[in-house]
T-cell receptor
Framework: AQKVTQAQTEISVVEKEDVTLDCVYE???????LFWYKQPPSGELVFLIR??????QNEISGRYSWNFQKSTSSFNFTITASQVVDSAVYFC????????????????FGQGTILTVHP | NAGVTQTPKFQVLKTGQSMTLQCAQD?????MSWYRQDPGMGLRLIHY???????DQGEVPNGYNVSRSTTEDFPLRLLSAAPSQTSVYFC????????????FGEGSRLTVL
C-alpha cells in the first residue's frame, strides 16, 4: 500500500527565511506521480507541482524548488526568502500508475504541514 | 472557467438525516473522486470513478454512496448522517495524471449534530 509521511506538523519562520518541507513516500510501483498542493487560509487546494517517477530532475519555479530523490523516497519542497503570503497548509501526495502508466487520480495525501510566516 | 463546482458550500445536518453533495465538472474529465479532509489526517479518498457508469471505493467509503450517470456529474450521498462524517469534502477531477493535474472544487463543509 502507498503511504506519504510529512513529519513536520507545523513550521514557523520569519519572513525572508528559507524553509524546507519534508515529504517521504512509500510505494511498490515503479510508475508513480508525486504532487505538492498548497491550501491557503481560504481553503481551496492549489496545485504546485507534479513529478513522475522517471524524472528525477530537481525543479525550480521562482522562490519554490523541489528535490526528488528516489534513493531516499523523498520529495522535499523548499521556499526561498519566505513571505507572509506563503502561510498555508502544504500537502504532499502520491498516485500510483495503473496499466500503461495511466493514473486515475487516486491520490494518497500526507498529513500536511502548517507553515506560518511571520512578518 | 467553471472547472469543478461543488454545492452546497456549507451544510448542517442532524444525525440520521440524508443529503447529497453535488459535484460537476466541465472539463470532460474521465476521472472524478471525492475526498474528505479532517484535521491532522490530510485528505482521504472516499470513492472514485474512472468514467460514466463506473465507480469504486477508496480508503474510507463506509456511510457514503456515489453514482456516475454522466461524465460531468459525480454526486456523493450520505444516507444516514453521523457525527463522524463532520468534515470538509472535496470533489476532484482529472484526465490522465501522466499529463495533467488533479483539479479540486472549493470544498463543502458539513457538520452533523
Amino acid at each position: 500500500a502507498q503511504k506519504v509521511t510529512q513529519a513536520q506538523t507545523e513550521i514557523s519562520v520569519v519572513e525572508k527565511e528559507d524553509v524546507t518541507l519534508d515529504c517521504v513516500y512509500e510505494t511498490r510501483d515503479t510508475t508513480y506521480y508525486l504532487f505538492w498542493y498548497k491550501q491557503p487560509p481560504s481553503g481551496e487546494l492549489v496545485f504546485l507541482i507534479r513529478r513522475n517517477s522517471f524524472d528525477e530532475q530537481n525543479e525550480i519555479s521562482g522562490r519554490y524548488s523541489w528535490n526528488f530523490q528516489k534513493s531516499t523516497s523523498s520529495f522535499n519542497f523548499t521556499i526561498t526568502a519566505s513571505q507572509v503570503v506563503d502561510s498555508a497548509v502544504y500537502f504532499c501526495a502520491l498516485s500510483e500508475g495503473g496499466a500503461g502508466g495511466t493514473s486515475y487520480g487516486k491520490l494518497t495525501f500526507g498529513q500536511g504541514t502548517i507553515l506560518t510566516v511571520h512578518p | 472557467n467553471a472547472g469543478v463546482t461543488q454545492t452546497p458550500k456549507f451544510q448542517v445536518l442532524k444525525t440520521g438525516q440524508s443529503m447529497t453533495l453535488q459535484c460537476a465538472q466541465d472539463m470532460n474529465h474521465e476521472y472524478m473522486s471525492w475526498y474528505r479532509q479532517d484535521p491532522g489526517m490530510g485528505l482521504r479518498l472516499i470513492h472514485y470513478s474512472v468514467g460514466a457508469g463506473i465507480t469504486d471505493q477508496g480508503e474510507v467509503p463506509n456511510g457514503y454512496n456515489v453514482s456516475r450517470s454522466t461524465t460531468e456529474d459525480f454526486p456523493l450521498r450520505l444516507l444516514s448522517a453521523a457525527p463522524s462524517q463532520t468534515s470538509v469534502y472535496f470533489c476532484a477531477s482529472s484526465q490522465d495524471l501522466n499529463t495533467g493535474e488533479l483539479f479540486f472544487g472549493e470544498g463543502s463543509r458539513l457538520t452533523v449534530l
